[in-house]
């Protein structure tokens, strides 16, 4: 644990209940760290997808940075963002946003959608990723989960995607099967893959190609009746206009990639007025994360919040899931987010 007057963190090795393969490799466990403000007054949540590029130094530079600031901390929401800043990378200012609004929230003594003016989300139910393995291994997954209604089913990876798909959907006819191909497909391949995908009903297919190729995204979406939903597309407020422009479907909305709750009720509003589908998505995060961003519900039309249900050492509560996956917001001041008992 690190600790500033103002400020502390501590790193946490999240431990995932099945190794989680996607198109970019396999994991065990992944890195996040939890901040606090001011004793328990705020607290945060930085995670780093191992994909991403960022190093852990470049993130406590940025704690250290703010914790060693001389202005107080806001007392207004509006003034969170420039409190924060843009120096640093995405994580580490999303836990600074997370931290600094859970403050301003309890000491308020509001939940946090109550303070960002929004609706209390009504219960709905979120996604649950099924990662990349045999077409059988994870049909018979999808089984173990039979009380889910929504599944994510995690392809990019080699020639038995489409197979992966057919035995899920032979398994689980009744289930909302969401595609997400983490940027694994080449612009042939995924124009290929949509037609073949075309019969088994699914409900999107998330980011075919590589973050960068945001006509090509427009491509795939002009060839397929399946809503295309960029996620590692989408990380500035900028990339909302290239995305719409391009004439894709929806937007997968991350507070580790855009920076926190702030930026990402921006986005969303912005979504909303250039009519993209918005979907609230999570990386392998504690409860602090997905809690928070759960505090959008109210205003998104879908959620992809189960990384506390993937993981075994969750030192936080918060949103809870009943037997359908069906999330409920905590109704606490702040983020609604608290320390487990050790």
């Not at 993209?276 to 602090?288: A, D, H, Q, R």
């Not at 009943?322 to 050790?342: F, K, N, S």
């Amino acid at each position: 644990m690190t600790e500033f007057p103002r400020l502390t963190w501590q790193r946490i090795a999240l431990k995932l209940r099945n190794p989680f393969r996607l198109a970019y490799g396999t994991s065990e466990e992944r890195t996040a760290y939890w901040i606090r403000l001011s004793g328990d007054e705020g607290w945060g949540e930085g995670t780093i997808p191992p994909y991403y590029g960022v190093s852990e130094d470049s993130m406590v530079r940025c704690w250290q940075a703010a914790a060693e600031k001389r202005e107080p901390f806001p007392e207004d929401v509006n003034d969170v963002p420039a409190w924060v800043g843009s120096d640093g990378p995405a994580p580490a200012r999303a836990a600074l946003d997370l931290a600094l609004l859970d403050r301003i929230a309890r000491r308020q003594n509001l939940s946090i959608h109550r303070l960002l003016g929004l609706p209390r989300p009504d219960p709905k139910p979120t996604s649950f990723t099924i990662a990349i393995d045999r077409p059988e291994t994870m049909a018979g997954m999808a089984l173990q989960v039979a009380n889910y209604p929504v599944l994510k089913v995690k392809l990019g990876s080699d020639a038995l995607d489409v197979q992966r798909i057919a035995a899920i959907r032979k398994a689980r006819p009744d289930a909302r099967l969401r595609v997400d191909a983490n940027a694994g497909w080449k612009l042939a391949e995924a124009l290929r893959m949509v037609r073949d995908l075309e019969g088994f009903d699914l409900e999107m297919i998330e980011q075919p190609l590589d973050r960068h190729d945001i006509p090509g995204m427009g491509q795939v979406q002009r060839a397929t009746s399946i809503p295309i939903v960029a996620d590692e597309s989408l990380q500035t407020l900028t990339d909302i206009e290239a995305l719409s422009a391009a004439g894709v479907a929806g937007i997968n909305l991350k507070l580790m990639k855009v920076g926190g709750l702030s930026p990402a009720l921006v986005m969303l509003r912005r979504a909303r007025e250039l009519g993209l589908k918005v979907m609230l998505g999570c990386m392998i995060e504690t409860s602090i994360g997905a809690t928070a961003m759960a505090a959008l519900g109210g205003v998104a039309d879908w959620l992809d919040l189960d990384s506390p249900m993937l993981i075994t050492n969750d030192p936080f509560q918060g949103i809870s899931y009943d037997e359908h996956a069906m999330v409920t917001v905590p109704d606490l001041p702040g983020i609604g987010a608290t320390l487990r008992a050790q």
